[in-house]
């Protein structure tokens, strides 16, 4: 079983950056792929974007390429998201999860665990 805690989300204007964590307790997480995954008041879940195990290998959706990066500490068990140029359209819950599939999934139903969730607001 692996618990998973977001933290880092907040306030912030547009144009400004926010550093996510996901801190893992439980189990080791070198062998899980991880994502973030955020939803907006009113919508569904969207995938934001994923590392492999080894952070090796990371994938983003293509409104947030190039603006967002994810990274990894499998000895600190932990999973960072680093927002840059943040848009008002980036405002939502932001979710932590972890995939023990074999490969990467960008898809929200491979994920076996998640976290609670860390609200982000850009404002305008």
């Known amino acids: 079983q692996v618990q998973l805690v977001e933290s880092g989300g907040g306030l912030v204007q547009a144009g400004g950056s926010l550093r996510l964590s996901c801190a893992a307790e439980?189990?080791?997480?070198?062998?899980?792929?991880m994502g973030w995954f955020r939803q907006a008041p009113g919508q569904e879940r969207e995938f934001v974007a994923a590392?492999?195990?080894?952070?090796?290998?990371?994938y983003y959706d293509d409104f947030v390429k190039g603006r967002f990066i994810i990274s990894r500490d499998n000895a600190k068990k932990m999973m960072y998201l680093q927002m840059n140029s943040l848009t008002p359209e980036d405002t939502g819950l932001y979710y932590c999860?972890?995939?023990?599939?074999?490969?990467?999934?960008?898809?929200?139903?491979?994920?076996?665990?998640w976290g609670q969730g860390t609200q982000v607001t850009v404002s305008s």
């Open positions: 590392i492999s195990w080894s952070g090796g290998n990371t």
């Open positions: 439980g189990r080791s997480i070198s062998t899980l792929s």
């Open positions: 999860a972890a995939d023990t599939g074999l490969y990467v999934s960008t898809r929200l139903h491979d994920y076996d665990y």
